[in-house]
């Protein structure tokens, strides 16, 4: 019974699998293009869309999430794409390959959209975003999406805010026609990339209990609330550790994560994940954009009293600066002290940043103990104060 | 009396002094060139070099550390410099700006060695290096050292270990030769950086207690061990979180940190400095070096029972890595499983890890969660499992 993984996971760590011919060595048999049409958690069977069934001792809840749909007329046409899965990128790629694409429109201004600005005018694609939100990247205060307007106009993308997508239909100078509220944009290409959708079906069928979110309820361990049924990545839910909840936080690092506990736990090393901080980070052009923990508008809708800095710091020590800024905020717990949340934005240094004041998050750090902190300093990587400190002395004051 | 400290600190948070003017508006008389030649702490009284006096109510000792001298004969000629102060640098480079100067040897291969290998080669000088010890930068291990040695080599640069300087003279073919046990070199410009040497001379007229590194010992306010005495940088002992010890490790940041504690409390607000662990970084050429907390050797020192890992992990996401690396060592305590120190080397992102591992370290996290942090994850900066994750849980595996 090559399925059983428990069969397989005895070995798990000698096994790498990267390829189908993987798959195959390891004895591991994998079922593509075949749906999980039903679960019957009492016999422990799966139904299968190829009219097979299996059986099972483990269930590993995997089913992730899809692309969002707006569900706007002409959202079929060729030349309008949503971008989740490596075969959404095939696709895209071989359409490109195809025909010459002179414009392209972005609907959308979150992490996929700003990526795709790069990639589309590397590719020499005239580009324009519209998203029905007032800035780009809502996770990032105004102040940053600022500097996202900016680097999109140095990279000549025009930015439509607060402009609502109605229908997509045949174009009149390009192929296609996005028609919006506020008027109408043509383009041969239309990407429309508006979040995820999970689909719960099954997880439903199954009666497992959901969280908060909507999404399915697991515990430090990745089990769901069914025995012998563990779930992992974006149909699941996640431990926010400065929160305190659970949460839904669809990101590919932590489904990683997810998937190691599971693993672990299911083949006999007991594991506990701990847990996120709201580390996350995209490359804009020449521009390094990241943030971890909360908002202030998240702190105070959990129960904290925020109060928040911004400073324009160096990435490197001032005598060694050649033009070269980072703006960081921090948010910080009043009555506490504590960090909450951090922004930062930069050519470069703001992912490096964001990520030391992820692990001070993690570990629940003080502004005062941040304020301090030792780290590694030599004018070409930082001030003997890095902006880290500078920021975090800043706000201490304000406490 | 305007040299009363305590006059000035009331506006502390307004005075920024950045030049001899800055301090001339600030009311604060500074006398440059006079040197404090003893101090009557009963009376509270300093005497100057220029035979007037100074009372006192606050005393601060930044008496620093001056470059160590070997002692060659020689050591006095013209073209050869000791790096330590503004002037020294200045000195050179009037000397370098008078005349031509084809070939620099380093006497030394520490931070100040390797740091000006990139000057000099920058300025087109053909550069040597030795070093009584088989390796540069003893404070990384001997795989990180191979790495360095490899960057010195591919640009131009000859390192003699093992090498012991025994005099200076003059040259033949260059203004200098350099004598030592494994025969000579010849330069025009001789740079010794073999470290510090503190005078301890003041803080022993004033009786000062001394640690056990034989620094003035100090407590979390930066207070010596008599009544209205400070001491701030490369003069004192500074904690070590990682050992729970007071150590000697003279870093210009840790001054900076101990001279804002120093001055808050004068000022009258109480502040502690919560001490170092290790962080500390280079550039050379196009790598950065890196490194936090205790080396394997240091560890064992001080009670731990090292385990260790190297890794030859990626500054960024597979599918975007264009032959970077990026070498990390963690070195974590066996019955604890805790951090204890790491080092990194790579053409980027050494520092930005080290300075996670940092954070990771000043909150005493076991290998176990620096194998789940939640760090910013996008490809451009490093992959869905970073080096950090992937290196503790290798180790994890060792413990």
Redesign the interface.
């Known amino acids: 019974m090559p399925y059983y993984i428990g069969d397989v996971i005895k070995d798990y760590k000698r096994l790498v699998i990267r390829t189908p011919e993987d798959f195959k060595k390891s004895g591991v048999d994998v079922k593509i293009k075949t749906r999980a049409e039903d679960v019957d958690p009492k016999k422990g069977i799966v139904s299968l869309s190829d009219g097979t069934t299996l059986p099972y001792d483990i269930l590993v809840m995997a089913t992730g999430a899809d692309a969002a749909r707006l569900g706007l007329p002409g959202e079929d046409m060729e030349g309008v794409f949503f971008f989740r899965k490596l075969t959404d990128a095939l696709k895209m790629k071989s359409f490109l390959d195809s025909k010459p694409c002179r414009k392209a429109v972005i609907v959308g201004a979150g992490y996929i959209g700003m990526e795709m600005c790069e990639a589309f005018r590397t590719l020499g694609i005239e580009t324009q975003v519209i998203d029905i939100l007032p800035r780009p990247v809502l996770r990032w205060d105004p102040e940053f999406a600022k500097v996202v307007l900016e680097e999109l106009g140095k990279n000549q993308i025009t930015f439509f805010p607060g402009t609502k997508p109605l229908s997509i239909e045949k174009g009149k100078d390009y192929a296609l026609r996005l028609v919006t509220d506020k008027g109408n944009l043509e383009a041969d290409l239309i990407l429309i990339g508006v979040g995820t959708k999970r689909s719960n079906e099954l997880a439903e069928s199954l009666k497992l209990k959901m969280g908060e979110s909507g999404a399915i309820k697991v515990d430090f361990s990745q089990r769901t609330s069914m025995n012998d049924v563990y779930a992992v990545g974006d149909c699941c839910e996640v431990f926010h550790?400065v929160i305190g909840k659970w949460v839904y936080f669809p990101?590919?690092?932590?489904a990683?994560?997810q998937g190691r506990t599971a693993g672990q736990n299911i083949g006999g090393a007991p594991s506990e994940?701990?847990?996120?901080?709201?580390?996350?980070?995209?490359?804009l052009f020449k521009l390094?954009v990241?943030?971890?923990g909360l908002t202030e508008e998240e702190a105070t809708k959990y129960g904290f009293q925020p109060v928040s800095t911004i400073i324009a710091g160096l990435p490197v020590g001032r005598p060694m600066a050649k033009g070269e800024k980072l703006g960081l905020k921090l948010i910080a717990d009043k009555p506490t002290g504590k960090l909450l949340g951090a922004q930062a934005i930069g050519e470069k240094?703001a992912?490096?940043r964001?990520?030391?004041l992820?692990?001070?998050l993690?570990?629940g750090?003080t502004l005062e103990?941040i304020g301090?902190?030792?780290?590694?300093?030599?004018p070409?990587?930082g001030g003997?104060?890095d902006a880290i400190h500078i920021a975090a002395q800043t706000l201490a004051r304000k406490l």
């Open positions: 550790r990101l590919g690092d932590v990683n994560k994940f701990p847990g996120v901080v709201g580390a996350q980070s995209f490359k390094e990241a943030a971890t240094g992912v490096a964001i990520n030391s992820s692990v001070a993690w570990s750090l103990q301090y902190l030792d780290l590694a300093y030599a070409p990587f003997a104060w």
